[in-house]
């Protein structure tokens, strides 16, 4: 909501999902900001992240926001940190934002806007906002599943309080096959598409790691034609040291079957690392390949993981600088592996030599021993979901009195005075 700053300046309120935007942070920003506006606001109004210049916002002296879906800006966002007055995540925090924070490790993060909205006046929950909510929870949570580890008491909590709410709203399983179908639809996409089409990206002291979630078989994906040149390009084009590609499908049964791989641009080198482990010596202190001693490493830690364990059974692969591996505990999802690569990163910053190092300019802020790194977006692929996306054909920057004109217009199109929305 705009409101006066600084004389004439008018402060604008952004709530920012995270830059994967997936359906989770997509829902999340698009509700709390509903709640928070307390109008109705149609599409043409919407303010994108492609369209707004935050920086530019942020240097007038105008800009507040509220992360949900994460805690951490990216580091291309990191002079913004001072404008964040709100976090609500699921996830574990890194480090502790200097802001009011709800943080608690349910299965989606638009259980815990839900929450919040259920907090509020009564008529700001309506159908189309309790669909979204609803929708997304059975999404995260696996259709509300406790065998896929993702579900908590909280998430079944406020499913079944929107459900009470608004009894037409779709039954479960009919809506997680519709978005299940929808979210696994890689059809047309590229190597290059896939593997950024839900990525996270790890740094430590320059070290870069790539950790894809791929949404077909890893039978399937090691079969695509030219897979070893596209995984090649894809890692030299954005500086990546290797890729972890973890693999998720369903059975006949519904339940969840995951597989692992790990490839950098080199065959690992499993001697040498046997001869590090043994006689505990640095890494950089072996003169063998440091890329194949990395994808080794790697794969050292992820099959020798405790906390949790992964149980990962070797699988054939085509490819010498490709390890594969069935998973054989399916709960371990990558939310849980990300802690697991986070701290090899970080000892191995400390003990090797440079491996996928990438320009200074685009490593994570200094003063953050390790960070998850953003990543451009790629084009949107042409699929069953979307006929052609508008930003691919681009869209004019907007200047901070365009934005401002913007929320104007908002205010025009509030919904009748039997809503009686309170104005700001």
Known sequence: PPQQRRGCLTEVHVVLGNEACDLDSMVSALALAYYLAKVSIPDTCLIFRDEIDLHALHRAGSLSLTLVDHHILPSGDAALEEAVIEVIDHRPL??????????????????????RIVQGPAELLDRQTAALLHGTIILDCVNMTPEAGKVTPKDTQY?????????????????????????????????????????????????????????????????????????????????????????????????????????????????????????????????????????????GVLEHANNPPLDLSPLGSLYTNICAYHQGNTVASRKKVLPILKDFLREWGITAGPVGR?????????????????????????????????LDRGLP???????????????????SASSSPEKK
Not at 358 to 385: F, I, V, Y
């Open 397 to 415: 920057k907007l200047s901070v009195e365009a934005i401002f004109e913007k929320f104007s217009h908002i205010t025009v199109v509030r919904p």
């Open 94 to 115: 890194e480090r502790e934002p200097r802001c009011r924070v709800t943080a608690e490790l349910v299965g989606s993060c638009a259980t815990l806007v839900a929450e």
């Open 358 to 390: 990438r320009d200074p300019a685009r490593c994570p802020r200094h003063g953050d021993a390790l960070l998850e790194d953003d990543a451009p977006l790629p084009p949107t692929p042409m699929n069953s979901l979307v006929d052609e996306c508008p």
């Open 159 to 299: 499913v079944a309080l929107l459900e009470s709410k608004f009894p037409d709203l779709p039954e479960r399983s009919v809506l997680f096959e519709a978005l299940q179908t929808a979210k696994f639809d890689v059809s047309g996409l590229t190597t290059d598409q896939m593997l950024r089409k839900d990525l996270k990206v790890l740094s430590s002291d320059g070290l870069v790691l790539a950790i894809s979630a791929v949404y077909v078989t890893l039978e399937a994906f090691l079969q695509r034609p030219g897979l070893q040149q596209d995984l090649c390009a894809f890692c030299q084009q954005h500086g990546y040291g290797g890729l972890v590609a973890m693999t998720i499908s369903f059975n006949e049964r519904n339940e969840p079957f995951r597989q692992l791989a790990v490839y950098s641009q080199h065959p690992a080198v499993r001697t040498a690392v046997s001869i590090v482990e043994a006689c505990r010596l640095p890494a950089w202190a072996l003169p063998s390949d440091s890329q194949g001693i990395f994808q080794s490493r790697v794969c």
